[in-house]
């Protein structure tokens, strides 16, 4: 059904117009479970291997663009097959504006690890294995001068983004650009029902030919935190809760060094007040772990308690940061044949550390390989070693032909 | 005295007569490679290891002046991906995040081929030129031997040792440096008649830091074309590629 609707599609397309292309795409993977870890389900297998092939097929002319993407997933003895429009949009002048209408790739922002300013896009920039970002339904009013550029969105999610903004539907963002020498300045307005009002300021600032550092800072009106209270708190009658609160503020600060010879390091340092704090987390594990080993000594209450923890585990978002501190570190090299490079997610409160390391080579002028590792370790009490999943290893072959 | 006058004039006058405008000869070799303003190429990049050719790439590059450029990828892998630069500012647009970025000059020299060997077809905005020799063999033709000394610190060469044909001002090879001294690349150039007038049709370009590796740029569809400055304002590279008008 869904071949004979992209079929029709093209048909109905004047294809002398279209510059098209289409990715073909295989993505094995292998995850190994700590299956006796505090934060992994009770039937946690020690291992699972995924495999996913997909297919991509873009399609540009007379001012619209669509990227359709189609994917069959095996994970363990389950399979399913979804295809979806990640952007689908048509653009046109007007009055000196650009308006833009559909479904459309929305990323902003200055960072590599992480993106305060990405308030409508929301791409996981830890996602480990690549996988195209979905775009997000909006209609926009873009003017653009010489060096700067200002930006009206409206944004309406629908259902096409459940997972992400469901609880913030409708959004408006105002983004301010501008270019100057050496230095990208970016400022933005937003509002959503969930944050409420939010401005943000960002900055990219190119030191000299190999240095250059930039910042982000985003100061919302509302934002939700999971607040988990110790095991003397929840007999005393406190609630694990995600707790609504006022004006929080997720900043970043990075700087990355580049040589001739290929070598580029980024460094990356974060603050995201509405991730859970340390505090949180232990008691997370305090309580999950007793739950586990001696149910028994359970104080009273606990029973809900743990039912809302793992839901509120259930509803984390992937894009949002797991801890309020974060250090980032990215080592890569371009090289003639092999494009290694090393990444390091560190915990500093509870000294938590993901160690990815990517290697990706081109085979001849159409294909691409890339293989990446991913293992979480740190102290006995750490969250990265109290997750279920320990280790991840993934290979991604690409080939892609235009016409 | 006036014997004295005459003997200055007969000594100084074949020398100001064969003086060499350093600078025409600049622009007239630039003509060569862009004989416009505001154009449009195509280029070919053929990377060969040895005699096997490993890879090849396309591209589409809008000049503008003003030191603009816009280089779009068309090779199907890397669809999407565009570099902007704007005299010593340069930006990068991944397909997948369509998320301008701003990136550092030693930046813009990673990849197959540099931006700088795509996307900078003119000499004389660049460089500061100082006449070597008039009289020099090299490709074994007889040429006329400049220096380049970059003007601007985010060129991709800091120098360039130039040589143009004796007779035509033709580009006939360059020898290309980076700002540690070392020599790069070695580039020849060979022109053809397109429409009615000579063009450099083919760049090679000889990697001297891995000997084995040699790259053939080849530039077609050359043509005058006035792209609106919006195109050159990086958040704009997340709209659409221009299409062929």
């Known amino acids: ?403 | 005295m006036f014997k004295h006058i005459l003997l200055l004039l007969t000594l100084t006058l074949p020398t100001l007569a064969h003086a060499f405008d350093v600078a025409a000869a600049l622009g007239a070799a630039d003509a060569y490679r862009l004989p416009g303003q505001s154009m449009q190429l195509d280029s070919h990049v053929a990377l060969y290891e040895g005699e096997t050719l490993t890879k090849e790439r396309d591209y589409r590059v809008y000049i503008k002046p003003g030191r603009r450029s816009l280089v779009l990828f068309q090779s199907p892998i890397e669809a999407g991906q565009k570099v902007l630069m704007v005299e010593d500012n340069f930006w990068l647009l991944m397909p997948k995040s369509r998320r301008p970025m701003r990136i550092t000059p030693m930046q813009k020299l990673l990849g197959d081929a540099a931006a700088g060997d795509i996307a900078t077809l003119t000499w004389s905005d660049y460089y500061d030129a100082t006449l070597v020799d008039e009289a020099e063999t090299r490709e074994g033709r007889r040429c006329v031997h400049l220096s380049l000394t970059a003007r601007y610190p985010s060129s991709t060469y800091h120098q360039i040792e130039l040589w143009l044909d004796s007779d035509d001002l033709a580009p006939v090879a360059a020898d290309l440096y980076v700002t540690s001294g070392k020599l790069a690349k070695q580039a020849t150039y060979q022109l053809e008649a397109v429409e009615g007038r000579r063009q450099v049709t083919t760049t090679t370009l000889i990697d001297r830091l891995q000997n084995d590796r040699r790259t053939v740029i080849t530039h077609s569809g050359l043509k005058e074309v006035e792209l609106d400055d919006k195109l050159y304002n990086p958040q704009y590279l997340i709209h659409a590629a221009p299409e062929a008008p």
């Open chain 1, 1 to 403: 059904m869904k071949r004979r609707g992209i079929t029709l599609l093209l048909g109905l397309l004047p294809t002398p117009l279209l510059a098209n292309t289409l990715e073909l795409a295989a993505t094995p993977s292998l995850s190994a479970y700590h299956s006796t870890a505090p934060l992994a389900a009770s039937d946690q297998a020690d291992y699972e291997g995924r495999g996913r092939v997909a297919l991509g097929l873009t399609m540009s002319g007379h001012g619209c663009q669509a990227e359709w993407r189609g994917s069959a997933t095996r994970e363990g003895d389950e399979k399913h097959a979804e295809g979806r429009l990640n952007e689908a949009f048509c653009a046109s002048a007007w009055q000196g504006l650009d308006l833009t209408l559909g479904k459309r790739r929305l990323a902003w922002g200055v960072g590599y690890g992480y993106r305060p300013l990405d308030l409508l896009q929301l791409d996981d920039r830890q996602q480990l294995a690549p996988n195209p970002s979905e775009g997000v339904p909006q209609a926009s009013a873009e003017w653009f001068g010489l060096s700067d550029s200002l930006a009206l969105i409206y944004s309406n999610a629908l259902d096409w983004q459940q997972n992400r903004l469901a609880s913030s539907p409708e959004a408006w963002s105002l983004r301010y650009f501008h270019g100057g020498e050496a230095l990208d300045l970016m400022a933005l307005l937003h509002h959503d029902a969930a944050r409420d009002a939010v401005v943000g300021v960002g900055l990219a600032w190119v030191v000299d030919d190999a240095w250059a550092v930039h910042a982000e800072l985003t100061r919302q009106q509302r934002y939700t935190r999971l607040d988990v209270p110790g095991l003397g708190a929840l007999a005393a009658g406190e609630q694990v809760q995600t707790q609504e609160r006022e004006n929080g503020t997720k900043a970043l600060i990075g700087g990355q060094w580049s040589s001739a010879e290929g070598w580029t390091l980024i460094g990356e340092y974060w603050w995201d007040e509405s991730a859970p704090t340390h505090a949180s987390w232990r008691h997370s594990l305090d309580l999950i772990t007793l739950a586990q080993q001696a149910p028994q000594q359970l104080p009273a209450g606990s029973t809900s308690a743990l039912a809302d923890l793992t839901q509120a585990l259930g509803t984390l978002n992937q894009a949002a940061s797991l801890q309020p501190h974060n250090l980032f570190l990215r080592l890569a090299y371009d090289g003639e044949r092999w494009d290694p490079a090393l990444e390091l997610l560190i915990h500093p409160e509870d000294g938590g550390l993901a160690t990815t390391l990517r290697l990706g080579r081109e085979l001849g002028s159409a294909q691409r390989l890339e293989f990446g590792w991913r293992h979480l370790d740190g102290p006995a009490d750490a969250l990265f070693a109290n997750l279920a999943e320990r280790d991840r290893l993934y290979l991604d072959w690409q080939t892609a032909l235009g016409w």
